[in-house]
């Protein structure tokens, strides 16, 4: 969380994240409720809803502390790509972080926990992309 509000201070408003398997317990920052706050030290970031969020192999946080994140719904719409024989996050835990958003499409791809680089996967993000830029 520290390194996004660093780059939030840093770079500004973010219409998206991307987020994969190798951002460990950074799993459910990129998608809290639609934006981001962080009240800590003198700084307090309030970030804009972000516009999309394309998720691999993620999963909902099931410790209290973060449960804030997941209530109400998360209105931000969520691409989620699951990997059929992922042995590294059991699927109920990323069908809870599915469960958790307003607005979501869920995307098997027949590999394990990593991103699928298919032409086929990588369509099915740009024409989401597309949907969420078009509403606009």
């Known amino acids: 969380m520290a390194g996004m509000i660093a780059s ?4 500004g408003r973010f219409d998206a994240f991307q987020h994969s398997h190798g951002k460990g317990k950074g799993m459910g920052m990129g998608y809290p409720q639609s934006y981001i706050s962080h009240k800590g030290g003198s700084e307090t970031v309030i970030h ?15 410790q209290e502390c973060y449960q ?11 691409m989620h790509f699951l990997g059929r024989v992922d042995s590294v996050v059991e699927e109920n835990r990323s069908l809870a972080l599915v469960d958790a958003c307003e607005v979501e499409q869920v995307v098997y791809h027949p590999g394990g926990h ?5 032409r086929v996967y990588l369509e099915r993000v740009v024409e989401f992309v597309r949907s969420c830029l078009e509403k606009e």
């Open 8 to 11: 939030l201070l840093e770079h």
């Open 114 to 118: 990593f991103v699928p680089s298919q």
């Open 68 to 78: 804030a994140f997941y209530e109400p719904k998360i209105k931000t719409p969520v």
């Open 48 to 62: 804009p809803p972000l516009k999309f969020v394309v998720v691999y192999s993620g999963f909902k946080a099931m």
